[in-house]
C-alpha cells in the first residue's frame, strides 16, 4: 500500500502509484467516484426494511474495484448506522485448496463472536453458557475420535480461534469437524442465530457480515458452496453480501441468485456498437483517476486516450498499462509518456491473451466484436472470466472484446 | 513475438530495474520471464543474478514442485533483499495455482519480489488456472529466441563444454539443464558433441560410470562422424578415466594410448599430458610403479611446460602414490606437498581432497594413526563436500581401519557401513575392500557382539559419521 498518496510528479513515484496489486482502503484520496455510483443500489437495498434479512451476492470483473468498494461500503456513515458491521475476507481463515459451506457457516460464527469480542464487547451470560456447551460437545467428539485436543477450558474465543485454525491448516481434523457438524447444521446455524440476535439486542442495530474473496475458488467449488448448498448458507439471520465470482452469474443455475445480485460493471467508455465515438463521463472518470495518480503534464494527452482505451474501462488494468508506459517512458529518458509507450502496453497485454485463447474463442471473439451481444454463454463464461471479454451496462447489458484484442480480430 | 526487435541485455535490465526498484522502494514485484530454451534462461538467470547482486539483492532459487505453498515460502523467510527465482512451477500443479490465487495478498503483505521463470504452457495454466493472482502481474518479459542463434553460440558452446564445478549442487543442476538442452538440440551435431561429453564427465564425477561411459560412446561417435578430432581425443581421454575409475585399466589404457596419439598429432599438448597422466594412473593400478612414474613424469614436465598448475597438481600427488608404492615415504611426502599447495592455491577441492587422503595412507602406513584419522577426516569433508562419491568411500573405509586399529569399533562400523551404502550404489569395485573390512571386524569382535553392534549402529550410522566429523562425542 502506498503509504503517502501523492500525485506522481515522477516517473518513478508513478510506477508506486499504478501498482496493480492494491485495492485502496476507504477515504483513501486515489480514490475516484464512478459516475453512476453502482454500490449505491446494494446499500439501498441494505438499507431497506426487509421482512427477511436478505444476503446479496456481489461480482465483477477482475481489478474493477470490487475489494475497493466493499471498504468502503464497510465504513459508510449510513451503513454503519444501521449495522454491526463484520467484514472479513475468506482467505484469512478457510483452506484455499478445500472450501465447503461449512467452512463458510463456520467463519461466520466465528467471525461474530471473535470480532464483538475483540472490540471489547461482551455477550450475555446465558449466550456463553449455550456456546460453552456446544463447544464441549464438539471437543468430545475430538477425544473420541483422535488425540487431537482443543484448548479445553481456554475458553471460548480460544476455542473459535483453534478451530478456526484447524479449519485452515489440518486437513484430518477438518474432515471430522465437518462431519460431526454436518449431520446437525442445525446446531450450528442455530448458534449463529443466537449469536446474531445477542449482538443485536445489545447494539440495537442489525448485522451485516461481509465476505470477501469468496470469488477467488474455482467456479466448481463456488458452484458447490452457492447452488447446491443455497438453503444452508442463506440461513443465518442476519445481512450477509457475498463476493461470487463473476462466471458463476453466467450458468445456467444463476437464476438462484439472480434477485440478490449485485454486480459492479466496467466503466463504459463508448456506446454499444460505436466503437470510435466516446462516452465521455466514463473517460471522465477514467481520466481522474489516472490523473489521482500521476500530474497530468507527464503525459501527451492523445496518449492518455489511448492509455483510457486499452484499459478497457477496468480500473487494474488501466493501472497495468500506465505503470508498463512509465516503465518505458523511464527507460526511453522521455520527460512525458508518449504514445509509443501505450502502445508497448497494449502489445504486451495482447501477448498475456495471445498465450491463453484457444482458436474457438476467436470465433467467438469475433461474433462479440461484430455485434456487441452476449451470445451464448456457454462459450463465452470463460472468455469473461479472463477478461478477454468485458461486460457494459447501461439500459441492458452488453458486452465487447478487450479493445488490446481489435487489433487480432480485425488486423 | 512482441520483443523480437529488443537486445536481450535490455530485457535483462528491465527485470533488473523492476527489482531493483521494488528493493529501494521497499514494494513487492511480480515478474515472469517467459522462455523458450533452457540455455536462454540459464543465460538470462546468470546475467540478472549479476545484476542483482550488484544492486545489494540476493537470489534465492525456489523448486516449486517441493513448495507448493508459495505464498507460505515467501512470507517465511523474505527479506527485503530477497529475490525469489521460482522454477519447475509445473511440477507444482495444480495446488500452487489455488495457493497463488487466494493468497496472493501475502505476497503484497511481504513485499516478495519473485521471477517466476516459466514457459509458454506454464504462464498460460497460470493465467487461467490462478487468474487473480495473475491479474498482480507486474510484467511479463520474454525470452523467446532460438538458442542457436548465431550471436549466442560462443556462449552455448562455452556452457554445454563447461565440466568445472565446486559444488554436487553445482553438478546436478548442470547434468539437469544440460540433459534438457540435448533434447533441445538433437539435431545440432556439434552442440550434442559437446553436451555428451560434458555429460560424460560430470556424470563420472557423481560416480555414475555407466551413464558416463554410454554418454562419452555417443560423444566419441558423433566427433568421429564430424570429424572433430580434437573432441574425439578428449572424448577417448574422458573414457579412459571412466573405464579406469570403473576399474577396467586395461580399457583404460587402450582408450588413453589411441588418445595420445590424437593429441600428439593435433599438438594438443594439454590433452597429451592429461593422456599420460591417465596411463599412469592406469599402470599405477595394475601393480606397474615405475612405468607409472615413467608416465606421471612426463604429464608434470608438459603441465609445466604450458602452465597447466590443476595437471601438475594432479600428476605430483599421483607421483607421490606411486613412488610410495614402491616404498619411498619421504619423497612421497615431498610430493604431496608440493601438490597440495598448488591444490589450495588454484582452489582445486577435489585434488586438495585426494591429497589429504594419500596423507592420511602414509601416515597410516607409518603407523600414526591419530594422524592418519585427521587426514582422512578432512578429506571425507571435502568430498562430501563437492560430491564425490568414489572418493568419499575410499576415506570412509580408510577411516573405518584407522578406527578398528585404535579399538574405536562404533566408528569404525559405522565408516565401514557408510563405505559400503556409497560403494553399493556406485558399483565401485572397490566394495569387495569395504567387505572384506567387515568381516574382519566380525572376526575380531565375535560374531555375537558384532550382530549386536550392528544393531545399534546400523540405523544411526550416518549420523555417527556427521558427529566424528563435527568432533562432537559419539
Redesign the interface.
Given at each position: 500500500m502506498p503509504e503517502e498518496y501523492i500525485v506522481a510528479d515522477n516517473f518513478?513515484l508513478a510506477?508506486?502509484n499504478f501498482?496493480?496489486?492494491?485495492p485502496l482502503p476507504a477515504d483513501c484520496p486515489f480514490h475516484v467516484e464512478r459516475e453512476d455510483k453502482p454500490l449505491d443500489r446494494l446499500k439501498t437495498a441494505l438499507l431497506i426494511e426487509h421482512k427477511q434479512t436478505p444476503k446479496y451476492f456481489f461480482s465483477g470483473h477482475?481489478?474493477c474495484g470490487k475489494s475497493t468498494e466493499l471498504n468502503n461500503l464497510a465504513a459508510d456513515n449510513d451503513i454503519n448506522q444501521k449495522f454491526y458491521v463484520v467484514k472479513y475476507s475468506v482467505?484469512d481463515v478457510c483452506d484455499?485448496?478445500n472450501l465447503n459451506y461449512i467452512d463458510v457457516l463456520f467463519s461466520i460464527g466465528a467471525q461474530l463472536y471473535i470480532q464483538y469480542v475483540e472490540a471489547g464487547k461482551e455477550l450475555s451470560l446465558e449466550l456463553k453458557k449455550d456456546l460453552e456447551n456446544w463447544e464441549k460437545s464438539i471437543e468430545k467428539t475430538f477425544e473420541e475420535k483422535t488425540s487431537l485436543r482443543t484448548s479445553l477450558g481456554a475458553g471460548l474465543k480460544a476455542f473459535f480461534f483453534t478451530m478456526q485454525a484447524k479449519i485452515k491448516t489440518e486437513d484430518s481434523t477438518r474432515k471430522i469437524i465437518r462431519e460431526k457438524i454436518e449431520p446437525k447444521l442445525s446446531e450450528l446455524i442455530d448458534k449463529i442465530n443466537l449469536i446474531i440476535a445477542d449482538i443485536e439486542g445489545k447494539e440495537k442495530k442489525k448485522v451485516l457480515v461481509l465476505i470477501d474473496?469468496l470469488?477467488?475458488?474455482g467456479l466448481d467449488r463456488a458452484k458447490e458452496i452457492f447452488y447446491n448448498n443455497y438453503t444452508a448458507i442463506t440461513q443465518p439471520k442476519c445481512y450477509i453480501v457475498y463476493t461470487v465470482p463473476i462466471s458463476i452469474m453466467f450458468t445456467q443455475e444463476s437464476t438462484t441468485l439472480r434477485d440478490y445480485q449485485f454486480f459492479l460493471p466496467n466503466i463504459k467508455l463508448h456506446p454499444k456498437n460505436d466503437r470510435n465515438s466516446k462516452h465521455e463521463p466514463g473517460y471522465r472518470v477514467m481520466r481522474n483517476f489516472i490523473f489521482k495518480r500521476m500530474k497530468e503534464e507527464l503525459i501527451e494527452s492523445d496518449a492518455l486516450e489511448l492509455a483510457i482505451k486499452m484499459g478497457a474501462g477496468v480500473f487494474?488494468e488501466t493501472a497495468?498499462i500506465m505503470?508498463?508506459a512509465a516503465?518505458s517512458a523511464?527507460?526511453h529518458k522521455r520527460t512525458k509518456i508518449i504514445k509509443e509507450d501505450i502502445e508497448r502496453a497494449e502489445?504486451?497485454i495482447?501477448?498475456?491473451f495471445k498465450?491463453?485463447l484457444r482458436s474457438e474463442d476467436y470465433d467467438s471473439l469475433k461474433e462479440i466484436y461484430a455485434c456487441n451481444e452476449i451470445c451464448g454463454i456457454e462459450k463465452i463464461g470463460?472468455l469473461l472470466?479472463?477478461l478477454s471479454v468485458l461486460e457494459y451496462v447501461n439500459y441492458e447489458n452488453w458486452c465487447d472484446i478487450h479493445p488490446t484484442l481489435e487489433k487480432l480480430i480485425n488486423p | 513475438m512482441i520483443e523480437e526487435k529488443e537486445p536481450f541485455e535490455i530485457r535483462v535490465s528491465r527485470l533488473g530495474g523492476y527489482l531493483t526498484r521494488a528493493y529501494e522502494h521497499n514494494k513487492p514485484s511480480i515478474l515472469f520471464a517467459l522462455y523458450l530454451s533452457e540455455f536462454l534462461r540459464s543465460d538470462a538467470e546468470k546475467s540478472l543474478e549479476k545484476l542483482l547482486k550488484e544492486q545489494g539483492l540476493d537470489i534465492l532459487n525456489v523448486d516449486a514442485g517441493e513448495h507448493k505453498d508459495l505464498p507460505a515460502l515467501f512470507s517465511s523467510i523474505n527479506s527485503n533483499n530477497t529475490v525469489f527465482f521460482v522454477h519447475n512451477i509445473e511440477k507444482s500443479f495444480p495446488e500452487s495455482l489455488q495457493y497463488l490465487n487466494f493468497k496472493r495478498e501475502e505476497l503484497i503483505e511481504h513485499h516478495a519480489k519473485v521471477v517466476f521463470w516459466v514457459k509458454e504452457e506454464e504462464l498460460a495454466r497460470i493465467s487461467t488456472g490462478a487468474p487473480d493472482f495473475f491479474a498482480f502481474r507486474n510484467r511479463v518479459v520474454e525470452f523467446m529466441e532460438v538458442p542457436t542463434a548465431e550471436e549466442r553460440r560462443p556462449a552455448l558452446v562455452e556452457f554445454a563444454s563447461e565440466i568445472e564445478y565446486k559444488s554436487l549442487d553445482e553438478i546436478k543442476r548442470s547434468i539437469e539443464l544440460k540433459e534438457k538442452l540435448l533434447s533441445e538440440l538433437s539435431n545440432e551435431a556439434e552442440i550434442s558433441e559437446y553436451l555428451l561429453g560434458s555429460l560424460g564427465v560430470l556424470y563420472s564425477k557423481i560416480s555414475f560410470y555407466k551413464k558416463s561411459i554410454e554418454y562419452g560412446e555417443k560423444a566419441l561417435r558423433i566427433a568421429q562422424e564430424i570429424g572433430d578430432k580434437k573432441g574425439e581425443g578428449a572424448r577417448l581421454g574422458n573414457l579412459g578415466i571412466a573405464y579406469f575409475l570403473q576399474g577396467d585399466a586395461r580399457k583404460a589404457i587402450e582408450y588413453h594410448e589411441k588418445a595420445l596419439k590424437i593429441a600428439q598429432e593435433i599438438k594438443d599438448r594439454r590433452g597429451e599430458s592429461r593422456r599420460l597422466g591417465g596411463l599412469g594412473s592406469a599402470y599405477t593400478f595394475l601393480g606397474n610403479a615405475r612405468k607409472a612414474i615413467e608416465y606421471y613424469e612426463k604429464a608434470l614436465k608438459i603441465a609445466r611446460e604450458i602452465g597447466d598448475k590443476k595437471g601438475e597438481g594432479v600428476w605430483l600427488g599421483n607421483l607421490g602414490n606411486a613412488v610410495q608404492n614402491v616404498g619411498d615415504t619421504k619423497k612421497a611426502i615431498d610430493y604431496y606437498e608440493k601438490a597440495f599447495k598448488i591444490a589450495q592455491e588454484i582452489e582445486d577441492k577435489e585434488n586438495e581432497g585426494v591429497i589429504l587422503a594419500n596423507l592420511g595412507n602414509v601416515s597410516s602406513a607409518l603407523g600414526d594413526t591419530k594422524k592418519a584419522i585427521d587426514y582422512y577426516e578432512k578429506s571425507l569433508k571435502i568430498f562430501q563436500e563437492i560430491g564425490e562419491r568414489k572418493n568419499e568411500g575410499i576415506s570412509l573405509n580408510n577411516l573405518g581401519v584407522c578406527f578398528k586399529n585404535d579399538k574405536k569399533y562404533q566408528e569404525a562400523l559405522a565408516c565401514y557401513l557408510l563405505a559400503k551404502d556409497i560403494r553399493t550404489q556406485i558399483e565401485d569395485p572397490d566394495l569387495k575392500q569395504t567387505e572384506a573390512n567387515l568381516k574382519n571386524l566380525k572376526e575380531e569382535l565375535g560374531e555375537k557382539d558384532f550382530e549386536k553392534l550392528e544393531a545399534e549402529v546400523a540405523p544411526r550410522a550416518a549420523e555417527i559419521v556427521r558427529k566424528i566429523l563435527e568432533g562432537t562425542s559419539v
Open positions: 518513478n510506477l508506486s501498482d496493480p496489486s492494491y477482475r481489478g482467505k484455499v485448496n474473496d470469488d477467488k475458488p487494474r497495468r505503470q508498463i516503465y523511464i527507460e502489445r504486451e495482447r501477448s498475456d498465450r491463453i470463460h472470466h479472463n | -
